[in-house]
């Protein structure tokens, strides 16, 4: 039989297409295999410069590694930890809130005074033009936070100038600084309220300062 | 022979541009085009997607029998996308943060099913490759196009980040047309993208139309204007 006639043939379309399939997943799982370890290492080093940002300053442990697992404000948090001879200095943690398109996503810096070293917006889906002004290469506004805590300005003044509070909002945007807001104080609350575990200290001296 | 393949490539970047003339793959292009770099970027991707999905299919047109082609060439095209997905995540990085989203449209862009189509599942392997190469150069081209006159109007800069795709080599493409500019929203957002595309395509018509005439007139050199 020539390979006209066969082609015709109802059995040659079943192992036509699971030739097919056999193939291209073959492909596929070679390529993952291939990329996996230097996705990863993208990843990570996406990760890590995220958190020099908003952490600032040298320390001696690998983030990455020491985190903990908590129930935070929006479902579990990963809390990424930096320690300096053994002491838990810093931590950085993700944050989200609701803007005028959709989720925002934060990452916060936060020292173990309780002040906020940094926060960026890492992912988000606002207007260009208006709402994206939450970006740190668009506008210094999210430089606003860096240094306050959840005592200042006083809780009720955690808000944007509109709600009266302290913080600016955009012409024409006022959702979107809200949400970030929000999620940070958000993120300030979640640090109070797991102190002592986030700090990794039972000493009865740092009970007392809570 | 070789004029097959001038033929080809003069079809492929202008006559039948894959956005200008055949009005195709109009998903990635709105969506893509607010930068002239992301043009380029998603223009390339496209393009090596093109250019080997034509010559795999090309290369099999014999076997594969006319009842299955369809589920054949859609599974050999998501492979081919999913293969530059996953090498563009794990060593370029920086540009699958800004196109990453967009990549796995490209499965949806009927282009890439219509070349197949259209020119690889009837021609041999060389100039199936030809076709696919210069099919995605022309989408390339109509893309960074669009996406310059959008960046420009709307921001004033053109090819920004442009280092994130080439390099740090080529980060003298980065330029700022209008100093102090404002923006113009309008164009970074869709309907900008609409306006564009629709008066690009205004352009080539006026173009061609002016060849054609030119043509004529030089194909008729005694012809007197005529008075009507």
Known sequence: MNLEQLRGNLA???????????????????????????????????????????????????????TLQLNGPNGEVT???????????????????????????????????????????????????????????KNSWIFAFEGKSLGDPAADKWAVKKDGGVFDQFAGATITPRGVVKAVKGGLEFFEKNRAQLLDVSAPKEIKHE | MSNIYSRISKE???????????????????????????GLGMGLATTAVLLTSNMIISSIRNIVSEEVRIPVYIVIIATLV???????????????????????????????????????AKNPVLPSGMDGLMMGLGFTFALTT????????????????????????????????????????????PPGGFLVLGFLIAGKRVIDRNRAQRAVVAATPDAEPVAS
């Open chain 1, 12 to 66: 040659y379309q079943g192992v036509l297409l699971g030739g097919t399939a056999l193939l291209t997943t073959a492909a596929l799982a070679l390529a993952a295999r291939a990329t996996d370890a230097d996705i990863h290492a993208a990843e990570a080093l996406d990760m890590k410069q995220s958190f020099a940002v908003v952490l600032p300053g040298q320390y001696d442990n690998d983030l990455l590694k020491d």
């Open chain 1, 79 to 137: 809390v990424y930890r930096a320690r300096r001879a053994g002491q838990v200095e810093a931590l950085v943690y993700k944050v989200s809130g609701n803007g005028y398109a959709g989720v925002i996503d934060c990452i916060m810096g936060i020292d173990r005074s309780g002040h906020i070293t940094g926060v960026r917006v890492i992912k988000h889906k606002e207007t260009p033009g208006l709402g994206d002004k939450i970006e740190a290469a």
């Open chain 2, 12 to 38: 492929s970047l202008w006559d039948n541009n894959i956005v200008f003339a055949q009005i195709l793959g109009l998903c990635p292009t709105m969506a893509v085009t607010s930068s002239a770099t992301n």
């Open chain 2, 82 to 120: 999913t293969l530059v997905d996953v090498s563009m995540n794990a060593w370029a990085h920086g540009l699958y943060k800004v196109l990453g989203l967009y990549i796995a449209l490209i499965v949806a862009n009927c282009a890439v099913l219509g070349r197949a189509e259209a020119f690889a």
């Open chain 2, 146 to 189: 669009i996406g310059a006159v959008r960046e420009i109007l709307g921001a004033g800069t053109l090819f920004a980040d442009a280092h994130l795709l080439l390099g740090q080599a080529f980060s003298f493409m980065e330029l700022k047309i209008i100093p102090n500019y404002k923006g113009f929203l309008l164009m970074i957002l």
